[in-house]
């Protein structure tokens, strides 16, 4: 059974674009994230949600908006996708010992 | 700012050494580190975890050692074999907020 699972594992669109990832988790847990992997393979946080109140949002542009429609839910969007946005995007979610587990990822290729 | 660093972007071992793995953090509040590894194409997955309040955490052939004062803490592996080649990730978090990563660093077990 997956714990984290993420879809799709590769998109690729072209410039100008609006796309969705959706994230879900199984694990019962309260916070989720997404994190982004950029070309130098530096993750980096973009967004956490716990209990569906976002509660930390970085320097991400407002293209970016994460949605959850439930505890178990963590989607991401993205509008008017341009060339640097291409990297591997993260979904995560953490239990209550600080413990995060990871989705395989997705990996954007913006043309 | 990038507040956990791992300085060593690859390091190479024989099958049998033992793999030491650095890495350094300058936020005095982080209170709980860990260590993820990371296969190709694949989410970071959980290896080990430390609390402030201790020092040292052994799991099997994993050891993570931490030292408060000079905001450092380190992986050992003994002994090192071929399946630990992957690329191992620093976090850190202050009070369960989110992670912080390093840059990570690409381990090749040399049979």
């Known amino acids: 059974d997956t714990a984290v699972s993420q879809t799709p594992k590769y998109l690729v669109t072209q410039m100008g674009n609006d796309k969705s990832i959706k994230c879900e988790q199984n694990l019962g847990h309260d916070t989720m994230y997404w994190y982004k992997q950029d070309s130098k393979k530096f993750l980096k946080i973009m967004f956490s949600y716990n209990n569906k109140e976002l509660i930390i949002n970085e320097t991400v542009p407002n293209r970016f908006s994460p949605k959850s429609p439930d505890k178990a839910h963590l989607n991401l969007h993205i509008n008017s996708l341009e060339l640097g946005d291409s990297a591997v995007y993260f979904c995560a979610s953490s239990n209550r010992e600080g413990r995060a587990f990871f989705g395989q990822g997705t990996r954007l290729t913006v043309v | 700012d990038q507040q956990v660093k791992q300085n060593s972007p690859s390091l190479s071992v024989q099958e049998g050494r033992i793999s030491i793995l650095n890495c350094d953090y300058t936020?005095?509040?982080?209170?709980?580190f860990l260590w993820y590894k990371k296969y190709p194409a694949e989410g970071p997955t959980f290896l080990i975890s430390?609390?402030?309040?201790?020092d040292k955490n052994e799991d099997g052939r994993f050891t993570v050692f931490l030292n408060k004062s000079a905001k450092h803490l380190s992986l050992h592996i003994v002994p090192s074999q071929p399946g630990d080649s992957a690329v191992y990730f620093c976090?850190?978090?202050?009070?369960?907020?989110?992670?912080?990563f390093g840059t990570g660093t690409s381990l090749t077990v040399i049979p």
């Open positions: 936020n005095s509040m982080f209170d709980y």
């Open positions: 430390i609390s402030s309040i201790k």
């Open positions: 976090a850190a978090s202050a009070y369960g907020n989110q992670f912080y």
